[in-house]
Nanobody, 124 residues
Framework: QVQLVESGGGLVQAGGSLRLSCAASGRTFSRYTMGWFRQAPGKEREFVAAITWNGSSRYYDDSVKGRFTISRDNAKNTVYLQMNSLKPEDTAVYYC?????????????????WGQGTQVTVSS
């Protein structure tokens, strides 16, 4: 069992930056692929970024490539999402997720555990 708690969301102007954190409980955090997803009002949840257990592989949705960076610190049981050059269309609730797959997948079905989410609002 893995419990995930996101933090770091907030209100920021377009062009600004935020860093989201996701703290995981459990001693097996380092075994999991971690992902970030987001859901805007009235829209389905969508993939943002993922990272394999050792950080050797990262995968981004095209909409955030070059602006967002996913990273992890297994010693701290934490995964991060650095978000730069934010746009109003990045406004959403951001969720982190943990999965036992071996690849950095964009498929939400590959993830077994989910956090409660943190709100990111980007004003124009």
């Amino acid at each position: 069992q893995v419990q995930l708690v996101e933090s770091g969301g907030g209100l920021v102007q377009a062009g600004g930056s935020l860093r989201l954190s996701c703290a995981a409980s459990g001693r097996t955090f380092s075994r999991y692929t971690m992902g970030w997803f987001r859901q805007a009002p009235g829209k389905e949840r969508e993939f943002v970024a993922a990272i394999t257990w050792n950080g050797s592989s990262r995968y981004y949705d095209d909409s955030v490539k070059g602006r967002f960076t996913i990273s992890r610190d297994n010693a701290k049981n934490t995964v991060y999402l650095q978000m730069n050059s934010l746009k109003p269309e990045d406004t959403a609730v951001y969720y982190c997720a943990a999965g036992q797959g071996s690849s950095a997948s964009g498929d939400s079905g590959e993830y077994d555990y989910w956090g409660q989410g943190t709100q990111v609002t980007v004003s124009s």
